[in-house]
């Protein structure tokens, strides 16, 4: 029985984050193309918030309210930034966006929390390990799917254009004319697109763009709906046993009750704060891998702000950007899986120095490529989309395995990698907003070189102490 009810929040956490994510994303997909600079500025607040909400009020109200709470709360102010969109304005957009962002940063510890306290009825900390574990990768496997479903929405959305688009009296000439969605004209478009010079207006029709926006919205709506149908009794029971697991001297009768159960809750998430703080201080690798972190955030925004925008939009049409999402979303699947099977036969130092070569031939192309503003060259936008997919995979999984390599503090590594992320983000939807496409594509290009290289002088290190202190080791025997 409690292993039935374990599955069924894990697979109800599961969905309820694939509704949300699958909103969330394709309207970050389509933000940069739709509401142009006001777009971009209100998603670089969105990720400038996030890492200060999960460091600082993530903790508290986890212990206050518990995770279940939380998650489900915290899924709610998503509704106000989809139906921001309606009325796109700085008064309207912005506001939501902090208010998206506070949010971000509590239900993804919420939900981590979450689904590692609900194995917790398995017997032995190894047994129960292996059920996190696996209770863990089936959370991400199911919420990356958020990718291919949201593109497919979109796709389905935006053929509603082209029957909109079809006159009554028809002949062949005029289906094909009506059936297209045109490109952007009367601007520049590639690596001197500037949202600042742009037309606030998308090539989408008025009643596609709500359509589009009332889909999101219902997807909001049933995340909200399955969170609050996640069993907080449960939780609680199993967060009781873990305590007991703690704290060993104590007798069942002793364990807290819940007001001091989240004191100690708020406590131990609370020093997390502090170590990341102390890693800064005492750990030259933790400095060293800011840059190779901050790219890891830029790199999958850059397409989602900048590429959408300045190339498949304004060269092809918005409706090639759905596209391209579902390539994108299959490649980051499909890239996730084979690179973690690479690392049996590669290290993480070759692996990186590859991605990095192909992600630099990847922006140097967006530099040099002046595509036409017809869909003969669309075949090209897919490629490029597709290897950022490819670059940002490499990541998505193996560099939160560097920092479990690299530092012995396990959770403030991990808050660690959680804040320069979202920086990352929000620095690249920054320089898409205020400057041209040249300048976010060579400051990405720099801080992919320098990022990796000083990564790897951080491999470099990092060997060189495990073999001090091997001999150190051998010496005191």
Not at 339 to 367: D, P, Q, R
Not at 435 to 456: A, D, E, H, K, Q
Request: one cysteine or more; a positive charge.
């Amino acid at each position: 029985m409690e292993k039935r009810r374990s599955t069924r929040n894990l697979v109800l956490l599961s969905v309820a984050f694939l509704s949300h994510l699958s909103s969330y994303i394709s309207l970050i997909t389509v933000q940069s193309s739709t509401n142009k600079a006001l777009g971009t500025i209100a998603l670089s607040i969105n990720y400038a918030v996030m890492p200060l909400s999960s460091l600082f009020l993530a903790a508290p109200l986890i212990g206050r309210f518990g995770a279940r709470k939380t998650v489900a709360f915290g899924l709610t102010p998503f509704c106000l930034y989809t139906a921001a969109n309606y009325y796109p304005k700085p008064y309207t957009l912005l506001p939501s966006a902090i208010l998206t962002g506070l949010s971000s940063g509590l239900i993804w510890p919420g939900a981590i929390y979450y689904i590692t306290h609900l194995p917790s009825f398995d017997k032995g900390s190894s047994e129960r390990n292996k059920k996190v574990g696996m209770f863990v990768g089936i959370f991400y496997t199911i919420s990356n799917l958020c990718v291919m479903f949201g593109g497919i929405c979109m796709t389905v959305v935006m053929k509603l254009e082209e029957i909109e688009n079809i006159p009554l009296h028809m002949n062949e000439s005029t289906i094909r004319n009506a059936t297209t969605l045109l490109p952007v004209t009367g601007q520049t478009c590639g690596v001197h697109y500037s949202f600042k010079h742009t037309d606030s207006q998308s090539n989408l029709s008025p009643m596609i763009t709500r359509i589009l926006f009332s889909v999101f919205l219902a997807f909001n709506v049933i995340a909200i709906i399955l969170g609050f149908r996640l069993d907080e009794q449960h939780l609680e029971q199993t967060s009781a046993k873990l305590f007991s697991e703690n704290n060993p001297s104590m007798d069942a009768d002793q364990v807290p009750l819940k007001t001091d159960h989240q004191n100690w809750l708020t406590n131990d998430l609370c020093s997390n704060v502090k170590g990341a703080f102390n890693l800064l201080k005492t750990d030259r690798l933790a400095l060293m891998m800011i840059l190779f972190s901050l790219h890891y955030g830029m790199i999958q925004f850059l397409v989602a702000g900048l590429f959408n925008a300045a190339w498949i939009t304004c060269f092809l049409s918005i409706r090639y950007v759905s596209y391209t999402t579902i390539a994108y979303g299959f490649c980051l699947s499909l890239g996730c899986y084979l690179f973690g099977k690479a690392t049996y036969c590669i290290s993480n130092w070759k692996m990186f120095s590859l991605v990095c070569l192909f992600e630099f031939t990847l922006l140097l192309i967006l530099l040099l490529w002046n595509p036409r503003k017809d869909a003969s060259e669309a075949w090209g936008f897919f490629l490029i989309s597709m290897g950022f997919a490819i670059c940002h995979s490499s990541q998505a999984g193996q560099l939160a395995a560097v920092y479990n390599r690299f530092f012995t503090d396990k959770k403030s590594s991990s808050a660690l990698l959680f804040v320069w992320d979202p920086l990352g983000s929000a620095l690249s939807f920054v320089l898409t907003s205020l400057t041209p496409s040249f300048v976010t594509v060579i400051t990405t290009m720099f801080v992919c070189l320098f990022g990796t290289g000083l990564y790897l002088f951080a491999e470099l290190m990092y060997h060189r102490r495990r073999k001090s202190s091997c001999n150190i080791g051998i010496n005191g025997q």
